[in-house]
Each structure stands twice: as C-alpha cells, then as structure tokens.
T-cell receptor, first 110, second 112 residues
Framework: GQNIDQPTEMTATEGAIVQINCTYQTSGFNGLFWYQQHAGEAPTFLSY????GLEEKGRFSSFLSRSKGYSYLLLKELQMKDSASYLCAVREYRDDKIIFGKGTRLHILP | DSGVTQTPKHLITATGQRVTLRCSPRSGDLSVYWYQQSLDQGLQFLIQ???????AKGNILERFSAQQFPDLHSELNLSSLELGDSALYFC???????????FGSGTRLTVV
C-alpha cells in the first residue's frame, strides 16, 4: 500500500518563497506528481519526477529523493493566485493509478 | 477546457436513490480514472478502466459500480445513496501516464 504525508496548511507572504514537503511510502515507486487545486475546481498538473533531482518549471520547482521517500515543491515569487491546495501524488509500478495525499492548503498574505 | 468532459456538473438527490455520472476522456486517451473528494478529504481513488476493461480498484463501495464503453466514455453508478456520499466526483484520463492525469471539472453530488 501507499502512505503519503504532507502538511495540512501553510502560510506565506506575497513575493516570498515557500517549500511544501511530501514524504511517501510505497511498495513500487513509479513517479511522483504535484498538482494544484483551487477550491471547488479540478486539480491541474504542475510537475512530474521519476528520477532523483530537481525539475524546474518557471516559478515552480520539484525535487525528488527516492532513497528518502521525499519530495518538495518550491514556489518562488509567490502571487495571490497561488493560494490553493497542493497535492502530492505517487504512482505505483504495478499499475497506472495515482494515489494522492490529502494536500497542503497554502494561504498567501499580501 | 481540459478536454475531459463530465456531466452533470451538479446533482442533488435524496437518500436511497441511484445516480449515474458520465465522463468522456480526452481524445486518444484510453485510461479513465474515477476519484471521490469529500469535504476536507483528499482525492480518493475509486476505480480505473483501460480500453474498456477494469484495471485497478481502490476503496470503492459495493454500492458503486463503473464501466467504460467501446467509445471510451465511462459511467460511474452510485446506488442506495447515503448522506456521506455527498462529494465531488472527478474523472481523469491519461494516455501514457508520463504527464499524469488530466481531470474533468467534476460532478458535485449532494445527497439530502
């Protein structure tokens, strides 16, 4: 089975940098995803890591350490529109399904 | 528009009733996934279909069932509805899975 942990809530200031951590346990790791979800809306894909290291995409970066079962999402130059939930999700090797963590609700203060 | 279409967007029904939620995947995507998201809960994986066949099952209740048709659209059937079934139900589709899933806008089910 899988277990995914991430903080429930975080608060940061507009223009700042925030790091959202995610730890996971899985019997057969085959990739880690980060999604953004605004309240009442569909999750939207942010990033995908399958190998160790940092993937950068504009203001967002995601890091993976498979040996530690650890990932983080780094958001730079925070904007008010970044206020949302950020979901860490892991895919298992044996099938294609992706299991989501409960998400981290990020509040951005002006 | 993500390309994944879910209908209806909202549904209000009474306890004990049965409803059907519909999902059309993005053109070319063979896999369809159903998720339930209750208030303050994460996305709970229900079931996956690939090209018409069930491929993986999550914590789906026996009162719930799904299928994927030859044209690849999928339906999620929820029966003997209870108040606790009130939630957002998302459908997602994928091609190879490398870029994760693309989600539909969801169906908000309210059981009264």
């Amino acid at each position: 089975g899988q277990n995914i942990d991430q903080p429930t809530e975080m608060t940061a200031t507009e223009g700042a940098i925030v790091q959202i951590n995610c730890t996971y346990q899985t019997s057969g790791f085959n990739g880690l995803f980060w999604y953004q979800q605004h309240a009442g809306e569909a999750p939207t894909f942010l990033s995908y890591n399958v190998l160790d290291g940092l993937e950068e995409k504009g203001r967002f970066s995601s890091f993976l350490s498979r040996s530690k079962g650890y990932s983080y999402l780094l958001l730079k130059e925070l904007q008010m529109k970044d206020s949302a939930s950020y979901l860490c999700a892991v895919r298992e090797y044996r099938d294609d399904k992706i299991i989501f963590g409960k998400g981290t609700r990020l509040h951005i203060l002006p | 528009d993500s390309g994944v279409t879910q209908t209806p967007k909202h549904l209000i029904t009474a306890t004990g009733q049965r409803v059907t939620l519909r999902c059309s995947p993005r053109s070319g995507d063979l896999s369809v996934y159903w998720y339930q998201q209750s208030l303050d809960q994460g996305l709970q994986f229900l079931i996956q279909y690939y090209n018409g066949e069930e491929r993986a099952k999550g914590n789906i209740l026996e009162r719930f069932s799904a299928q994927q048709f030859p044209d690849l659209h999928s339906e999620l059937n929820l029966s003997s509805l209870e108040l606790g079934d009130s939630a957002l139900y998302f459908c997602a589709s994928s091609a190879s899975g490398v870029n994760g899933y693309t989600f539909g806008s969801g169906t908000r089910l309210t059981v009264v």
